[in-house]
């Protein structure tokens, strides 16, 4: 079964540093999307991204997060200076567009702390 | 957004039914009702969705109410692997902002 895979699984990292976190969708899947989980909280919707630039961001997302596509078909989150409240879980998912009501399939996250 | 309301946790059996319910009371017509959940230490996991009719697949079945303000997720033989957060979220179809939102669901514990 086709899976949405993630790495690296773990990065732990000094505050003020930049992380790059790499996902590789489903191969068909042209909708792709980050997510977060700080620990005991509500998995938290980031980005979507569709056709080469962002569709939609939160306030979550705002200018120490990037997206890019670089090569067809790695999907990756920088955080350009990375702070304590930034540790996390990062989830990537994909969805096709072939449905109009489409599942997102998650990847199985990497996982961010920041000291 | 529609608000929904889920139970915060629920136990079951291993082998029994479980009935995970959720409120939507102020869904809009075109609001696809989806299930998902998620695993300890992993991401979220599609489940099922439906719109009006009730929905099985090989995970699960979906019973929608004929007003639409609530579902419920329906496991036939929980096993261990069941345990998870169980998560209801309203959605529109796709073609428009398609963004599931993640409340805190319901943290099914299924007993041996």
């Known amino acids: 079964e086709p899976e949405v895979t993630q790495t690296p699984s773990h990065q732990v990292t000094q505050m003020g540093q930049e992380v790059i976190l790499r996902c590789v969708p489903i191969?068909?899947?042209?909708?792709f999307y980050w997510y977060r989980q700080i620990l005991g909280q509500k998995v938290e919707f980031l980005v979507s991204f569709y056709n080469n630039e962002i569709s939609e961001k939160s306030e979550i997302f705002d200018d120490q997060f990037s997206v890019e596509r670089p090569d067809g078909s790695n999907f990756t989150l920088k955080i350009r200076s990375t702070k304590l409240e930034d540790s996390a879980m990062y989830f990537c998912a994909s969805r096709s567009s072939l449905a109009g009501v489409g599942e997102l399939f998650f990847g199985e996250g990497s996982r961010l702390t920041v000291l | 957004d529609a608000k929904t309301t889920q139970p915060n946790s629920m136990e079951s059996n291993e082998e029994e039914p479980v009935h995970l319910p959720c409120n939507h009371s102020?869904?809009?017509?075109?609001?696809?009702i989806h299930w998902y959940r998620q695993l300890p230490s992993q991401g979220p996991e599609y489940v099922i969705h439906?719109?009006?009719s009730n929905v099985n697949n090989r995970m699960a079945s979906l019973a929608i109410a004929e007003d639409r303000k609530s579902s419920t997720l329906i496991l036939h033989r929980a096993t261990l692997r069941d345990a998870a957060v169980y998560y209801c979220?309203?959605?529109?179809?796709?073609?428009?902002?398609?963004?599931?939102?993640f409340g805190r669901g319901t943290s099914l514990i299924v007993h041996p």
């Open positions: 439906g719109l009006t």
């Open positions: 979220i309203p959605l529109e179809e796709a073609g428009g902002s398609y963004i599931p939102t």
């Open positions: 102020t869904i809009s017509g075109t609001d696809y």
């Open positions: 191969s068909n899947h042209l909708y």
